[in-house]
């Protein structure tokens, strides 16, 4: 509907309903504006295709996959399940025992009727696992992200973000959001940060925003030395563990626990849906901080808050990975095991020192189509990582081995990709000698 302002009669500010109504082929064609929208992305090759995939719960890394012919079993090499914890005996067994005994849902956002017994629980067990004093839940990291960020940006007068060039969406958004001032420092560039630090006003509130393990390429932030570049400067640090927590340090605390940099961090964010296995997002830091997060942040104040048996599930990952370190090393046997296999094969990996295996591809029509033969003639699910999750030209498969992968599944896995490398004429690197 068009409104079409005032009528000609003089004086008259009136808008008319016959003057509002949209005439024959006048009006916005609403779907045809949508369907334009993903034509533009298909015409970039990077329309979205989902697999349709069905888990099977006690047989990780194995899936339905449900094909156009109907359903045949899959091997997941791309999943954010790093550890398996979602199928975990103890993890399903708490949230099943939590549902019978509590029901399904919270019943509200925290400020109605939300709060309850397990999510309480949950943030003590967060607080614990990164030694601070307190902690906060959201629907999920995306959210604790976006809404930590922004608020804590807005509560500080005149705030500056120091924003690490590879942040994760939902840290931009937070940063966006918040409407504070932001200059994007050179991807764990130390140099590039402290001069950035060095010309903002020493009394102004800094907020240095970055990850600890990019999990695209799979490389890892210099997080004690960040730390102390803030404590020089007088800057506060939040750093995103989203892809660490639970894999790395003694307890699962991260990076920042493995490097021994966990108390010179002032917030610490995470997930519960990816080495967890289930779902939500939390901060932790100092109580000041977060009591100011809890009554200001709206993406935590207006929605529900997670279901019991979600928060017990995590509750119950969370302290097995604390004290069971087998995952954890298994974790990294299989990656170094996979990482092997393909340098072994010419497969191009991008090297660095995590559970990330990303293989460069380079081209978004070709990695789509690499990722279609593997799963329709292999039986391997890898979906294809394109713009703008990473950057153009540097599409990729992106690996995530998991302590369920054993030797056999890793040389399928060699020789699919090597059937795929010769279809599409991709390039090889020399081979070279297998490290292990
Ligand atoms: C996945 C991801 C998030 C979001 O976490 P969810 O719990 O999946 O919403 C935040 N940060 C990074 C770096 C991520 O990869």
């Known amino acids: 509907m068009t409104l079409r302002g005032p009528c000609n009669t003089a004086g008259c500010e009136r808008k008319c309903p016959g003057?509002?109504?949209?005439?024959?082929?006048?009006?916005?064609?609403?779907?045809?504006?949508?369907?334009?929208?993903?034509?533009?992305?298909?015409?970039?090759?990077?329309?979205?295709?989902?697999?349709?995939?069905?888990?099977?719960?006690?047989?990780?890394?194995?899936?339905?996959?449900?094909?156009?012919?109907?359903?045949?079993e899959v091997t997941i090499w791309c999943s954010n399940d790093y550890l398996g914890m979602g199928q975990h005996p103890k993890v399903i067994g708490a949230m099943i025992d939590t549902a019978v005994r509590m029901g399904t849902g919270a019943g509200g956002t925290r400020n109605i009727s939300g709060t309850h017994h397990p999510l309480i629980e949950l943030e003590r067990e967060l607080a614990d696992l990164h030694a601070k004093p307190a902690a906060l839940i959201f629907t999920s990291g995306y959210v604790s992200n976006q809404s930590g960020?922004?608020?804590?940006?807005?509560?500080?007068?005149?705030?500056?973000?120091?924003?690490?060039?590879?942040?994760?969406?939902?840290?931009?958004?937070?940063?966006?959001?918040?409407?504070?001032?932001?200059?994007?420092?050179?991807?764990?560039?130390?140099?590039?940060?402290?001069?950035?630090?060095?010309?903002?006003?020493?009394?102004?509130p800094k907020l240095i925003v970055f990850e600890s393990l990019y999990s695209m390429d799979g490389d890892v932030a210099p997080v004690g030395p960040i730390c102390d570049l803030a404590r020089r400067y007088g800057a506060m640090t939040y750093l995103d563990e989203v892809h660490a927590v639970g894999m790395y340090g003694p307890r699962g605390g991260g990076i920042a626990e493995?490097?021994?940099?966990?108390?010179?961090?002032?917030?610490?964010?995470?997930?519960?849906?990816?080495?967890?296995?289930?779902?939500?997002?939390?901060?932790?830091?100092?109580?000041?901080?977060?009591?100011?997060?809890?009554?200001?942040?709206?993406?935590?104040?207006?929605?529900?808050?997670?279901?019991?048996?979600?928060?017990?599930?995590?509750?119950?990952a969370i302290r097995h990975l604390k004290t069971s370190h087998d995952e954890r090393a298994r974790h990294q046997n299989r990656a170094a095991r996979v990482k092997a296999a393909l340098a072994a094969a010419g497969l191009p990996t991008i090297a660095n020192d995590t559970h990330i295996v990303p293989l460069l591809i380079g081209d978004p029509e070709k990695c789509k189509a690499a990722s279609d033969v593997l799963l329709a003639e292999h039986g391997i699910y890898i979906q294809p990582i394109n713009y703008p999750t990473v950057p153009k030209g540097t599409e990729r498969l992106r690996i995530t081995p998991t302590p369920f992968h054993d030797d056999a599944h890793i040389e399928q896995l060699v020789v699919a990709l090597t059937d795929v490398w010769d279809r599409f004429a991709l390039p090889f690197n020399d081979r070279a000698v297998a490290a292990e």
């Not at 109504?21 to 504006?33: C, I, K, L, N, T």
């Open 19 to 72: 003057e509002a109504m949209a005439q024959p082929g006048e009006a916005m064609d609403y779907d045809g504006a949508f369907a334009s929208a993903v034509a533009r992305l298909r015409e970039e090759r990077r329309y979205r295709v989902f697999a349709d995939l069905e888990r099977i719960a006690g047989r990780f890394p194995y899936a339905r996959w449900h094909s156009p012919q109907g359903p045949r």
């Open 149 to 204: 960020i922004s608020t804590l940006a807005k509560l500080l007068p005149d705030c500056l973000i120091l924003s690490d060039a590879m942040n994760h969406n939902s840290m931009i958004e937070g940063v966006r959001q918040s409407g504070a001032e932001r200059r994007i420092w050179r991807h764990n560039d130390l140099a590039d940060l402290e001069a950035q630090l060095r010309v903002a006003a020493p009394r102004r």
């Open 258 to 316: 493995r490097d021994g940099a966990m108390d010179h961090v002032d917030v610490i964010e995470g997930t519960l849906a990816k080495a967890y296995g289930g779902l939500g997002g939390y901060i932790a830091g100092s109580a000041a901080m977060i009591d100011a997060v809890r009554s200001y942040a709206p993406g935590f104040i207006f929605t529900s808050a997670l279901p019991p048996p979600v928060c017990a599930a995590a509750t119950a």
